[in-house]
């Protein structure tokens, strides 16, 4: 009898599990009126919400608990360069512990870092990021800090946190003409894949479900 070939399989501990999702650039509203900029990547969208996971000690996840509101901004795969000059920061003053042995430093303007430009939202008060090409202000909606104790100190610990989408920008080169859609042709997001940035790659055709 004949048998398919598979691949053969290791047992494997990695130590991180990103498994390739899109850079999003989350803007919020520090406490003096500002903006600050979270490059992240753990998030996924089902209907009008998005689930997003950030670590203990950041600015941005500071922002969002106190103030509720945010823009989910997704980078595309030409702002690779801009998007690792951020990396290495945090707008929180002190930077934790931990982060500091990390390698990461306090910067108070991600916008310049980054050349990127702010624009006002509609909905919320942090803006937005003119170079994304979708920009979604959202607000928060449930949030679960977890484990509790390791988020209290300078150990970590993270938060998983439900955003509805208030408003949808797109730019107008992606949107196909005449319709509510977004053109995968012309969208191209930044991936992060296993601590890599990588694009969007071969198109290999669409869902029974897609409109256009
Ligand atoms: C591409 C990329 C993806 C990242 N993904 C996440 C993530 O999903 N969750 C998270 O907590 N931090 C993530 N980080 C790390 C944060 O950007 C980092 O902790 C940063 O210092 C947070 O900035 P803030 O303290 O100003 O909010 C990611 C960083 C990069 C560059």
């Known amino acids: 009898m004949e048998t398919k070939q598979t691949p053969d399989t290791l047992s494997i501990r990695p130590p991180i599990l990103y498994f390739g999702t899109p850079v999003v650039l989350i803007t919020t509203r520090n406490e003096d009126g500002t903006a600050n900029i979270t490059p992240m990547s753990s998030a996924w ?28 901004n997704l980078a595309s795969e030409s702002m690779h360069k801009a998007v690792e000059r951020l ?14 042995k990390a390698g990461y430093r306090h ?11 702010a624009r ?18 959202a ?18 610990g993270f938060a998983i946190i439900e955003l509805e989408v208030l408003h949808v920008h797109a730019h107008a080169d992606i949107v196909v003409p005449g319709t509510q859609h977004i053109d995968p042709v012309h969208y ?16 290999f055709g669409k869902t029974f479900k897609a409109q256009v």
């Open 87 to 100: 990396a290495p920061t945090s707008g929180s003053n002190p930077v934790p512990t931990w982060k500091c």
């Open 45 to 72: 969208a089902l209907a009008d919400r998005v689930v997003i996971g950030l670590t203990g000690g950041g600015q941005g996840l500071a922002n969002l608990l106190r103030e509720g509101e945010c823009v989910l």
């Open 139 to 156: 607000r928060m909606t449930h949030h679960v800090l977890r484990p509790l104790e390791a988020w209290r100190d300078d150990a970590g």
């Open 120 to 137: 006002p939202s509609l909905k919320v008060a942090a803006p937005r990021i003119a170079e994304c090409p979708l920009q979604l202000e």
């Open 188 to 203: 191209a997001p930044l991936f992060y894949l296993f601590r890599h940035y990588v694009g969007r790659g071969t198109a």
């Open 107 to 117: 910067e108070a303007d991600k916008f310049s870092l980054g050349g990127l430009h």
